[in-house]
């Protein structure tokens, strides 16, 4: 009696050249319908199966280049969002002096003075800064940090002379105090909002569009401080503590509304991905 051959799908995951049969497609749709999709079968080199990437590719490489751009485009619009902090943090000192003068008379020279360089100097130390912590936190995270400084130094800097309530300290040498702070802050957000815009871009004749679109945000933040401020003097008046202070606090926006959007856009990456793990645990079930 004639021994019986087994049958193709027995041939799955041990399998010997002398039980293959001459036409080698039928095992490999046999093989391929485990695997949803199309199998080249090649005895001579493994009997292991081989997916087919041209049927399989073309719709994982759309959703990995959709990905890629959506990337890109949320580290531009970071980077963007950045550079028009650090700008108008670092011009809004100068006109928020001369509101000061009336309400807050300077006692010497040097007061102005200290104001307007500190942001300088914590300029100086955030870009040495901000480069090493870009390597050791990684860029993101560094840019939270950076936004978060800037966020905190900017609402300091609006409440001086009336939360901490320093009697031996003036109003101006406090202020000078947060505006190092906050130097230090958008200091940090040049070479990590540079470096984040280069490494988003895989194509380099994109990139210094990119660049052009991200540090162009500075002149629109240096236009933006003499309107606001005209505004508020419009609304509050020249001698109000009000105006200055709320050009001043205003420099806290922009990171408020990147930290919230990032902490928002985490929640729903987690909760996709639990989804996505519930789902596969039912259809395992």
């Known amino acids: 009696m004639q021994q019986q051959k087994p049958k193709y799908h027995d041939y799955y995951g041990a399998m010997s050249k002398q039980h293959l049969p001459e036409d080698d497609e039928a095992i490999g749709i046999v093989i391929g319908a485990e695997y949803s999709s199309p199998i080249k079968f090649s005895p001579e080199l493994s009997l292991a199966p081989t997916v087919d990437s041209s049927s399989t590719c073309d719709t994982s490489s759309s959703d990995l280049s959709l990905t890629k751009r959506n990337s890109t485009t949320a580290d531009a619009r970071l980077a963007m969002a950045s550079n028009f902090s650090a700008a108008y943090n670092t011009f809004n000192?100068?006109?928020?002096?001369?509101?000061?003068?009336?309400?807050?008379?300077?006692?010497?020279?040097?007061?102005?003075?200290?104001?307007?360089?500190?942001?300088?100097?914590?300029?100086?130390v955030g870009q040495l800064v901000g480069g090493l912590l870009g390597d050791w936190l990684g860029r993101h995270m560094a840019m939270a940090v950076v936004m978060c400084v800037q966020?905190?130094?900017?609402?300091?800097?609006?409440?001086?002379?009336t939360l901490?309530?320093?009697?031996?300290?003036s109003i101006y040498t406090e202020l000078a105090c947060w505006r190092f702070f906050l130097g230090f802050g958008c200091g940090g957000v040049y070479p990590l909002s540079a470096t984040i815009t280069a490494e988003s871009s895989s194509e380099k004749g994109n990139r210094p569009k990119l660049l052009a679109k991200m540090f162009s945000m500075q002149g629109v933040a240096y236009l933006a401080v003499p309107l606001i401020t005209y505004v508020l003097v419009l609304m509050f008046g020249d001698g109000s503590d009000v105006a200055w202070r709320l050009l001043l606090g205003m420099g806290s926006l922009p990171g408020l509304v990147l930290i919230i959007t990032r902490l928002y856009r985490r929640r729903n990456s987690l909760q996709s991905s639990n989804d996505e793990t519930s789902t596969q645990q039912k259809q395992n079930k």
């Open 93 to 124: 000192i100068s006109l928020a002096l001369a509101l000061m003068r009336s309400s807050h008379p300077p006692h010497t020279s040097s007061d102005i003075t200290s104001c307007s360089s500190a942001v300088i100097g914590g300029m100086i």
């Open 151 to 161: 966020v905190v130094s900017a609402l300091m800097s609006a409440f001086s002379g």
């Open 164 to 169: 901490l309530l320093l009697n031996d300290v």
